[in-house]
Structure formats: C-alpha cells, structure tokens
C-alpha cells in the first residue's frame, strides 16, 4: 500500500534561505507524486507532480521537486524563501490503480522570518 | 473556467443532526472525490464518485454517504452527527479520475459540530 511521510512538521526560515521540505513515500508501483500548498482557510493548490520522465519537475511560485528513486524520497525546494511562501505544505501520492485518491502525508507548516 | 465550488463554506450544526455539503466541480470533469481535514488525522479520503458511481471508498463509518448526479456535482452526507466530524471537508474534482490526474481542491466546508 502507498504511503507518504513528511519529515518535520514544522520548518521555520528566513526571508531570502533556502527552503527544504522533505518527503519520502513508499509505493508497491512507480508513482505519481505531488506537493500541494494550503493557505489558511483555503483549499489546496497544486505546486507541482511528477508522472514520468524528468526527475527534476518545476512547479509555481519557484518551487521543484526531485524524484529520487533509489531514496524513495520526493523533496520540495526553493532557493530564496518570501514571506508569502508561509503557508502548508502537502505531500501526496496516487493510489495504484484508476482512481483520483490521494494519500497525503502529515503536512509541513513553513515559517518564514523577516 | 471557474474552479471547484463548495457550499455552504461554513457549517454549525449540533450533535445527532445530519448534514449535506455540495461540490461543483470544473466543467468537464467527470470524477469527484472528498476529503476530511482535521488536526489530529490531517488529511483523509472519504470516497471518489466518477460518472455518478462509487469508485472508491476510505476508511469511514456508513454514516458517511454521498452521490453525484448526471452534472457532476456531488453531495456527502453525514448523518448521526458526532463532535469527532468536526473538520474541513474538501471536495477535488480531475478530468478523468485517473491515477495520474491533477486533482483540483475547492475551498472547503467548515464543518462545527457542537
């Protein structure tokens, strides 16, 4: 069965750093892997996916992610974090098969200092 | 085009009354599913309905139930409510419901229940 962990649920940095958010999954099939940001008392926005192909998948607002097989891992970053990139940050997976579920992992909230 | 839409956005109701939340989803798109937010169990899969059946069904007791019409919209509905359903129910809709997708978030209902 899928699984996602989000190491740290709580990344604090500073306006201008870089901005690392880790996420490792486990998945019986090759997957397909997203970051997805949640404002508060807003919905989910898409960042960024990885399907096929390239391992290095840029997504919005300066955001990628590298698909690294062999560490089962899907980390999300940003070279220079703003202040509007405060927010939480949602690692998912697809469930194998055809199905829109998702399995997500716990969160990271990121704080940005000025 | 207009994205997800949910109502009411926020909800109250007391312990032992049911409820019913609708999704609009992005014209076209054919497959809904739902989720629940809460702190302690973050997020969670409800169910995934995809031409007006139930393809997929999470962890839940059958108070839980939803459908969704020849339009696509969908509703859930929980019945017997109990103070544990408080939580953000977010409804996501894709075009084809498949695995590798992008599953697109309304803003959520906020469910209270007292």
């Known amino acids: 069965a899928q699984s996602v962990t989000q190491l740290g649920s709580h990344v604090s940095v500073s306006e201008g750093a870089l901005v690392l958010l880790r996420c490792n999954y486990s998945s019986s099939v090759p997957p397909y892997l997203f970051w997805y940001v949640q404002y508060p008392n807003q919905g989910l926005q898409l960042l960024l996916k990885y399907t096929t192909g390239a391992t290095l998948v840029k997504g919005i607002n300066g955001f990628e992610a590298e698909f690294k097989k062999s560490e089962t891992s899907f980390h999300l970053t940003k070279p220079s974090a703003h202040m509007s990139d405060a927010a939480e940050y949602f690692c998912?997976?697809?469930?194998?098969?055809?199905?829109?579920?998702?399995?997500f992992g716990q969160g990271t909230t990121l704080q940005v200092k000025p | 085009k207009a994205g997800v839409t949910q109502t009411p956005r926020y909800l109250i109701k007391t312990r032992g009354q049911q409820v019913t939340l609708s999704c609009s989803p992005i014209s076209g798109h054919r497959s809904v599913s739902w989720y629940q937010q809460t702190p302690g169990q973050g997020l969670q899969f409800l169910f995934e309905?995809?031409?007006?059946?139930?393809?997929n069904k999470g962890n839940f007791p059958g108070r839980f139930s939803g459908r969704q019409f020849s339009n696509s919209r969908s509703e859930m509905n929980v019945s017997t409510l109990e103070l544990g359903d408080s939580a953000l129910y977010l409804c996501?809709?894709?075009?084809?419901?498949?695995?590798?997708?992008?599953?697109?978030f309304g803003p959520g209902t906020r469910l209270t229940v007292l």
């Open positions: 998912a997976v697809s469930d194998s098969g055809n199905t829109g579920k998702l399995i």
């Open positions: 309905y995809f031409s007006e059946t139930q393809r």
């Open positions: 996501a809709s894709s075009s084809t419901g498949d695995s590798v997708d992008t599953q697109y």
